[in-house]
């Protein structure tokens, strides 16, 4: 936590969107409606708002069907819809991906996914995400901390994620993420870094 505090502390106090030092607050609600024991739908929308929290930038909307094969490995086909803010334009990307889930007990987690990105205004590609995660589960709120690498067709790794925070349950309905996220980006032709801080809030049916 100190060196969080100290990351944001040290940056400066204005920042394009995703360029270096840039502070940015990610919003994000999703629903969980549960249909039996092996299968739920995942709905979700997320908005992003960066140059130190001035400007929204980023929205999407996504859909997962997420199917357990086994108490340890799970499939999500799912389709998600992203508008980007690009040269002072909003500008549609189109996104079918699929999900590949192992898990080590309730408490470690690796997701694979893969999707096929199509831009409007832009080139297609492919990219892979591979995320792992750890969450504690035997306090009152669960700390947990995660890794996330994004690999495209065109440029190879892309991003780095890492993120640390804490799940708060408020009930059996629903419970609220709060993390800070050290994000590294390639604009070419060179890497920037930005500080995030995010809440992400689950609801459950």
Same mark, same amino acid.
């Given at each position: &936590?100190?060196?969080? +505090? %100290?990351?944001?502390?040290? @940056?400066?106090?204005?920042?394009?969107?995703?360029?270096?030092?840039?502070?940015?607050?990610?919003?994000?609600?999703?629903?969980?409606?549960?249909?039996?024991?092996?299968?739920?739908?995942?709905?979700?929308?997320?908005?992003?708002?960066?140059?130190?929290?001035? =400007?929204?930038?980023?929205?999407?909307?996504?859909?997962?069907? =997420?199917?357990?094969?086994?108490?340890?490995?799970? *499939?999500?086909?799912?389709?998600?819809?992203?508008? $980007?803010?690009?040269?002072?334009?909003?500008?549609?990307?189109?996104?079918?991906?699929?999900?590949?889930? #192992?898990?080590?007990?309730?408490?470690?987690?690796?997701?694979?996914?893969?999707?096929?990105?199509?831009?409007? @205004?832009? &080139?297609?590609?492919?990219?892979?995400?591979?995320? +792992? $995660?750890?969450?504690?589960?035997?306090? =009152?709120?669960?700390? #947990?901390?995660?890794?996330?690498?994004?690999?495209?067709?065109?440029?190879?790794?892309?991003?780095?994620?890492? *993120?640390?925070?804490?799940?708060?349950?408020?009930?059996?309905?629903?419970?609220?993420?709060?993390?800070?996220?050290?994000?590294?980006? =390639?604009?070419?032709?060179?890497?920037?870094?930005?500080? *995030? %801080?995010?809440?992400?809030?689950?609801?459950?049916?």
């Amino acid at each position: &936590m100190i060196r969080w +505090l %100290f990351l944001l502390c040290s @940056a400066p106090v204005w920042a394009f969107v995703n360029q270096n030092n840039d502070v940015q607050l990610w919003i994000t609600e999703s629903v969980v409606k549960t249909f039996n024991s092996r299968c739920a739908l995942h709905l979700a929308n997320e908005w992003r708002i960066g140059d130190d929290i001035s =400007k929204l930038y980023h929205v999407y909307l996504q859909g997962i069907l =997420k199917v357990s094969l086994t108490d340890r490995i799970d *499939i999500a086909p799912g389709y998600r819809q992203t508008w $980007r803010l690009r040269q002072n334009q909003w500008r549609l990307d189109e996104e079918p991906l699929f999900e590949l889930f #192992f898990h080590a007990g309730d408490q470690f987690q690796v997701r694979n996914r893969i999707s096929y990105v199509i831009r409007e @205004a832009a &080139m297609n590609f492919w990219q892979y995400r591979l995320r +792992l $995660r750890y969450i504690y589960t035997d306090w =009152k709120v669960h700390p #947990f901390v995660s890794n996330e690498i994004f690999v495209i067709s065109r440029d190879g790794f892309s991003e780095n994620r890492t *993120i640390a925070g804490v799940s708060v349950p408020l009930s059996c309905f629903s419970d609220w993420d709060f993390y800070a996220m050290l994000r590294f980006l =390639k604009t070419d032709p060179s890497w920037t870094h930005q500080y *995030i %801080f995010g809440t992400h809030i689950h609801f459950y049916f």
